[in-house]
């Protein structure tokens, strides 16, 4: 399982971040893990100079020289799905070019498309290959996770969404080599709900959600917060007049056969009235859809996921993207298990609020799109200025579940266990909470 200092006229600045790291190598069509194309293995030479070269990246001056690390990322869906799997693998290629670190990597480890791999099997290969670090970077990972750690006690290993190692939580599994990591996406997702229901012109927004669990639950009821505030506080609207609609495909992205297909979904939300789609799975479909829709003259909007860069797509209709940046926590733990300081903990990492366009320290973000409007922009600037500072708290209550039972009291906020485990959808939202 798993959104500013410069927080006054600066956060505009926030519509300018669009790192686009493109550049992605495909996995052994036979299944089998591979260092990644192109991989910095060894450092890039330093810039010619009069006096002294420079230190090696993998050196520390006055010691002897550190072997390059060698890391396995294991990925859900493909590397490139400029989603999840992408940003994961950003991250991936990123440690490479600070550390000089090969990455071996294998996308697409889920029971669909490669049906006789397991995370285990995985695991072990790249441990076999060298691996002195794992990342295996889905909840749908969970039991493969736990089993490959304690079957490498002596390997670090990280189940990134998971909660193994929050010994507050409720599924710790106390496994002194097998850490969590995951970012406070929650955020990012209530500037989405308020984009989409500042563009709306409807007031009927759809969120297309993946599969159902505590993770997805919290961020589509972040979403709904978002926009209700927005279409409440911001516009002056009556939330009787806010519609709010969920359906899930099954799976974090399109398996044919297994899930609804995406794009069907996307389309089914339009023609039924919505003017704007979230995305919560991985990849692109309902932005694709909304910027054919609008190619054909339909004013429609729509908000992809999880990476920096989805917005490309068809960025005419993108009102902005709520991403992942997994570069500075994946960076700080190699830095850990190359210096022997490695520790098995839970992070929930937030935004940077005082620099959050800074890719070296923000674990979450949004990005603006160009279909923002002005007026849209200033809204999620004071929205994100409220979070910042404290003075607003969309998980504030009265809130309750969909079937009446309470979820916060009048005036009680959200703790990190009330957030991470979300039992049900908010009242308010139609569609499954199970």
Not at 406 to 431: N, P, S, V
Request: a negative charge.
């Amino acid at each position: 399982m798993r959104y500013l200092t410069r927080l006054r006229a600066s956060l505009v600045l926030i519509a300018v971040l669009a790192l686009v790291v493109t550049a992605c190598s495909p996995a052994d069509d036979d299944g089998a893990a591979t260092t990644t194309e192109g991989s910095t293995a060894t450092t890039a030479e330093a810039a010619p100079d009069t006096t002294e070269a420079a230190p090696d990246a993998t050196t520390t001056t006055g010691e002897e020289p550190m072997e390059p690390l060698v890391f396995g990322m294991i990925l859900v869906g493909p590397e490139n799905d400029r989603g999840w799997s992408q940003a994961h693998h950003e991250a991936g290629k990123y440690l490479e070019e600070q550390l000089g670190a090969e990455m071996i990597t294998l996308d697409k480890v889920n029971t669909s498309d490669r049906p006789d791999t397991t995370v285990e099997q995985v695991v072990d290969d790249m441990v076999a290959q060298g691996a002195q670090l794992v990342f295996m970077t889905s909840d749908d990972m969970r039991d493969g996770a736990l089993a490959a750690a304690a079957a490498h006690p002596d390997v670090p290993m990280i189940w990134s969404s998971g909660d193994s190692a929050w010994e507050e939580g409720e599924a710790y599994a106390g496994l002194e080599n097998l850490g969590n990591s995951m970012g406070r996406m929650y955020y990012a997702k209530m500037a989405a709900g308020c984009a989409a229901a500042m563009a709306s012109q409807t007031g009927e927004i759809a969120y297309l959600g993946p599969l159902i669990n505590d993770e997805t639950r919290r961020l589509v009821n972040s979403a709904y917060l978002g926009a209700k505030h927005c279409w409440t506080e911001v516009l002056g609207n009556d939330a009787a007049d806010l519609a709010f609609e969920v359906n899930w495909i099954g799976f974090w992205f399109n398996i044919p056969g297994f899930t609804l297909d995406p794009t069907e979904v996307a389309n089914g939300f339009f023609d039924g009235g919505a003017d704007v789609v979230i995305s919560g799975i991985d990849t692109t479909e309902a932005l694709v859809v909304a910027g054919q829709r609008s190619t054909a003259g339909e004013s429609v909007w729509a908000v992809p996921y999880d990476f920096e860069d989805a917005c490309a797509e068809a960025p005419e209709v993108c009102l902005g993207v709520p991403y992942f940046n997994w570069r500075p926590h994946y960076l700080e733990i190699a830095k850990s298990v190359q210096d022997g300081t490695f520790a098995a903990d839970w992070q929930w990492n937030g935004p940077d609020w005082g620099d959050p366009t800074n890719l070296s320290t923000t674990a979450i973000g949004w990005i603006p799109g160009d279909a923002l409007s002005a007026e849209a922009n200033a809204a999620l600037n004071t929205l994100f200025g409220g979070l910042a500072n404290g003075s607003l708290n969309l998980f504030t209550g009265p809130l309750n579940y969909q079937d009446g039972s309470e979820y916060l009291a009048d005036g009680a906020e959200a703790t990190d266990h009330d957030l991470w485990y979300t039992k049900q959808l908010l009242d308010g939202i139609e569609g499954a909470s199970s």
